[in-house]
């Protein structure tokens, strides 16, 4: 009896679990889906966005459900869209200050885009408060890079934090901007600090952290902790390992797969198909679901409208014209004529 009581939490445990990713997941509509006339086909921008633990970078046409006839579907991701962006840097005395300017280059020379809102929160200050910067192109930001030096100062990271955080809530919730944060030091002054970062979960901003060093190596667990705690990944560049500096500042290795996890939230899908439903409405609303895993279900709508030719009417053979018609009288001496109807052939 015990072990059927612990069964049934389990249970209850895993579906509690399995509502909450759903409750996560959203599928949207973004932009205006378009409709190809001459091809009788539509194409559908969507953004799905959600549960960390399920994977929602390689979807297929074969992970969509369409709600009207359809053929020729074809599902493309596109990294496109632009992103919000909080980078904390702690420059404080003994930072290898060298190995964070170059962690920081191997992001912008390789994943920054143009449309993108990145802030960078620099604590290179006489307190805690940090320098902000807002970066609006890719060589504003290699020249405040080239600039970063340690201090002679600890610093606090706390206050970046929460001032980091404070601007993204103010950005608001958009499925078009996604946000996200960036950690870089080469060590934690103060432990406690990484208990402070819980906000960015609650907003569903991933906090990431980059740990670049040559000797702090008794600090990983707290760095890690800090990614944990703050819903993110958690890169280890000692003695800058995963910077290529002398390929164009390439990351590889766990470094490359934090970039690439907030790469991937640019993600757009493009759907296409052909429609082959038979409705004669000029605008269709059309369901459509997303199945994650063969068990979370996500759905949206959309609509599209169609423009109708006016109908072109044409006599197939204006020989049915050239009717011959014979008056005559009949026995009550009417008019008549040999003949009152014509078939007449049109297309």
Do not use: C
Not at 11 to 21: E, G, K, R
Not at 206 to 219: E, G, I, L, N, Y
Not at 318 to 331: C, G, I, K
């Amino acid at each position: 009896m015990r072990h059927r009581f612990i069964l049934f939490w389990v249970f209850v445990i895993f579906n509690i679990a399995l509502v909450h990713a759903q409750d996560a997941l959203s599928l949207e509509v973004i932009g205006t889906p378009t409709y190809d006339q001459d091809t009788n086909s539509v194409t559908v921008d969507l953004v799905i966005q959600g549960s960390h633990n399920l994977d929602l970078t390689d979807l297929t046409a074969s992970d969509f459900d369409i709600g009207e006839a359809s053929s020729n579907v074809v599902v493309d991701g596109q990294r496109r869209l632009p992103v919000a962006m909080a980078i904390i840097v702690d420059l404080s005395v003994g930072s290898d200050d060298d190995l964070i300017r170059d962690t920081l280059k191997s992001f912008f020379n390789h994943y920054y885009q143009a449309d993108d809102d990145i802030t960078l929160y620099i604590l290179d200050g006489k307190d805690d408060e940090p320098r902000v910067i807002t970066v609006d192109s890719l060589e504003m930001a290699d020249s405040v890079i080239n600039d970063l030096a340690k201090q002679d100062t600890y610093y606090s990271t706390g206050t970046a934090w929460s001032k980091a955080l404070g601007d993204l809530r103010l950005k608001g919730v958009s499925s078009v901007r996604p946000r996200v944060a960036l950690h870089i030091a080469s060590f934690i002054l103060r432990p406690a600090d990484v208990d402070t970062v819980f906000g960015f979960v609650d907003e569903d901003i991933p906090f990431h952290v980059v740990q670049a060093h040559r000797s702090r190596q008794d600090q990983g667990e707290l760095f890690l902790k800090l990614g944990e705690n703050g819903g993110g990944f958690y890169s280890d560049n000692m003695k800058g390992q995963f910077v290529l500096s002398d390929e164009d500042y390439n990351s590889i290795n766990t470094l490359k797969l934090l970039f690439e996890k907030i790469d991937d939230m640019r993600l757009v899908y493009q759907l296409s198909y052909t429609s082959q439903s038979q409705s004669l409405e000029q605008v269709r609303d059309v369901q459509l679901a997303a199945r994650l895993n063969n068990q979370v279900v996500v759905e949206s709508q959309f609509s599209y409208s169609r423009d109708f030719d006016p109908p072109q009417i044409e006599f197939a053979n204006p020989a049915d014209l050239n009717v011959n018609r014979v008056p005559f009288r009949d026995d009550n001496l009417n008019i008549v004529f040999t003949r009152n109807t014509q078939p007449i052939t049109i297309s």
